[in-house]
């Protein structure tokens, strides 16, 4: 016969390793959240002090002299058509 389990907590509350592991996921989430928002800030000044040094030297944003890697990604309509 099978034993039965002994359970020190009442039905329908969470065990203490679940709301400990729920707790950590929490917290992970909040700190990875934290972090995106951060580079992403990072990112957008980068981009804006990059723009003005362009502007400044005589570039317009977009022109050949800009970093972006969109034309690299997406070829030419001409060639993306099927043959």
Same mark, same amino acid.
């Given at each position: 016969? =099978?034993?039965?389990?002994?359970?020190?907590? +009442? +039905?329908?509350?969470?065990?203490?390793? $679940?709301?400990? /592991?729920? !707790? &950590? /996921?929490?917290?992970? &989430?909040?700190?990875?959240?934290? *972090?995106? $928002?951060?580079?992403?800030?990072?990112? $957008?000044?980068?981009?804006? !002090?990059? =723009? *003005?040094? =362009?502007? !400044?030297?005589?570039? +317009?944003?977009? @022109? =050949?002299?800009?970093? @972006?890697?969109?034309?690299?990604?997406?070829?030419? *309509?001409?060639? @993306? &058509?099927?043959?």
């Amino acid at each position: 016969m =099978a034993k039965a389990r002994v359970i020190d907590h +009442p +039905p329908g509350e969470h065990t203490p390793g $679940k709301v400990a /592991r729920q !707790e &950590a /996921r929490q917290a992970r &989430a909040a700190r990875l959240a934290a *972090a995106l $928002k951060s580079n992403l800030r990072r990112r $957008k000044t980068q981009a804006r !002090e990059r =723009a *003005a040094d =362009a502007a !400044e030297a005589g570039h +317009p944003a977009g @022109s =050949a002299g800009d970093q @972006s890697t969109s034309s690299v990604l997406s070829p030419p *309509a001409d060639e @993306s &058509a099927p043959r």
